[in-house]
């Protein structure tokens, strides 16, 4: 694991998220899956969690970040453990065809655990990045994938886009070589590409310009520059070249 012998000075490391470190990684993914675990257990009470967001859209995400990652590494590393254990457990619990409310689309038990997949990964790209740590990928990136191609059209509504009508079709090759596809063979509209750059271009941690994920019509082609997998504002994604 990336932070489980960390120096205590580690946490303070900066990533490529403008303001945050190590420690707000953490603290954020810690604090997003007390979150689901509360739209999980206790609707009602995640709906003031839901207003509190409206209220502060920009800065909602942030401040709750900045307020875990004051605390030392040795309480916040159990915290976020913890909780990611107390959310698995209770996920297990929620009713077959019971759908969560989330910051964005409701979902089922299942996207909500692919989700927090999806944002760990995510977040600890960012800190391996900061940490100028490679990570070896591995098949798990298909959840990532998937969640990915399941929210093209929440994409475009977020960017005040219509979505396409028509489906796409998706062809991403797995790390050791699989071939993952989603969509009608016959789509005019096609996405290929590694499944690595694919998913760090929809969680937004590399810049298009560096990635080998390609379009075939301007659907898809639109898609691959609105892309996100994560709820909430569209972000504003890496630079071309941070990483090269």
Known sequence: ???GGLAADGWAT???????TVAHQIAHLAWTDEAALLAATDPDAFQETLRKAAANPAGYVDDGAAEGAALPPDQLLPYWRETRAELADALKQVP???KLAWFGPPMSPASMATARLMETWAHGQDVADGLGVTRQPSSRLRHVSHLAVRTRDFAYLVHDRKPPAAPF????TGPDDQVWT???EDAEQRVTGPA???CLLATQRRHRDDLAVQAVGADAEEWL????????????GRAA???G
Do not use: K, S
Not at 225 to 236: D, E, H, K
């Open 96 to 98: 077959a065809g019971t």
């Open 225 to 236: 520059g609105i892309i996100q997998a994560f709820a909430g504002l569209p972000g504003q």
């Open 196 to 198: 690595l750059d694919f």
């Open 182 to 184: 989603w969509g009608p």
């Open 1 to 3: 694991m990336l932070v």
């Open 241 to 243: 070249g941070q990483f």
């Open 14 to 20: 900066p990533t490529p998220a403008e303001g945050w």
């Open 169 to 172: 079709h998706v062809e991403l």
